[in-house]
């Protein structure tokens, strides 16, 4: 079966610009999660979908930070404007929800770079 | 708020030799645990989970309610084993994974 798929898989951009990724889960997964890894640390939930309705997003920075899933299957994550800070790779993943238990699948992430 | 702690940002051992790589978790509920892997240059993985109660590639984990503890094991380190090592802690009903930072296993031939 086809993995997750991500895009752009490298992203230069300078601050207080804009920028978007986009993920297109495994098909039939109903949950789809992204994740901010900042070099040295673990992934760190951003928001958290279930079918095109958010569960969660307590850790998603709203004033610049905004994403959303439009027909519960692909999404895409907006930072406008971006910061130094927000550099790091921005990783994808999707399950099948409840049933998966914790199963995530991921994909190859964005490196996003501020300068 | 639930926490996954991974002492150790690096972990060197020799081939043949075994590993263990800690991890402790903070959590009031009844907690499920896991272990993703991240092999150079390929995608972070499920590697192994607690309530499967299996051994991939040779690697198993006991949850220890007492010590909270669910640390990685292998008795004889191979080469291929190298990669990034994420503990992860499964809470509430939407399935939100909370990660450890991670440990970098490094086995010297």
């Known amino acids: 079966e086809a993995g997750v798929a991500q895009s752009p898989r490298y992203k230069i951009i300078e601050k207080r610009q804009s920028v978007a990724f986009w993920c297109n889960p495994i098909?039939?997964?109903?949950?789809l999660y992204w994740y901010q890894q900042i070099l040295g640390q673990g992934p760190k939930l951003l928001i958290q979908f279930q079918n095109n309705g958010v569960v969660d997003d307590s850790q998603l920075p709203k004033d610049r930070f905004s994403a959303e899933r439009l027909k519960g299957v692909d999404s895409t994550l907006k930072i406008q404007p971006a910061k130094l800070e927000d550099s790091a790779v921005y990783l994808c993943?999707?399950?099948?929800?409840?049933?998966?238990?914790?199963?995530?699948?991921f994909g190859p992430g964005t490196r996003l770079l501020v300068l | 708020a639930q926490r996954v702690t991974q002492p150790e940002k690096l972990l060197s051992v020799f081939k043949g030799a075994p590993v263990e790589l800690k991890c402790n978790y903070s959590?009031?509920?009844?907690?499920?645990l896991f272990w993703y892997v991240q092999y150079s240059r390929q995608r972070l993985q499920l590697l192994l989970r607690h309530i499967s109660r299996e051994s991939i590639k040779g690697f198993t984990a006991d949850l220890n309610k007492g010590e909270t503890s669910f640390h990685l094991k292998k008795p004889f380190a191979q080469e291929e084993d190298s990669a990034m090592y994420y503990c992860?802690?499964?809470?509430?009903?939407?399935?939100?994974?909370?990660f450890g930072t991670g440990t970098k296993l490094q086995v010297i031939p």
């Open positions: 992860a802690l499964l809470v509430g009903g939407y399935q939100k994974v909370t």
């Open positions: 959590y009031s509920g009844s907690p499920e």
């Open positions: 098909s039939g997964h109903a949950t």
């Open positions: 993943a999707s399950s099948l929800g409840r049933v998966s238990r914790g199963t995530q699948y």
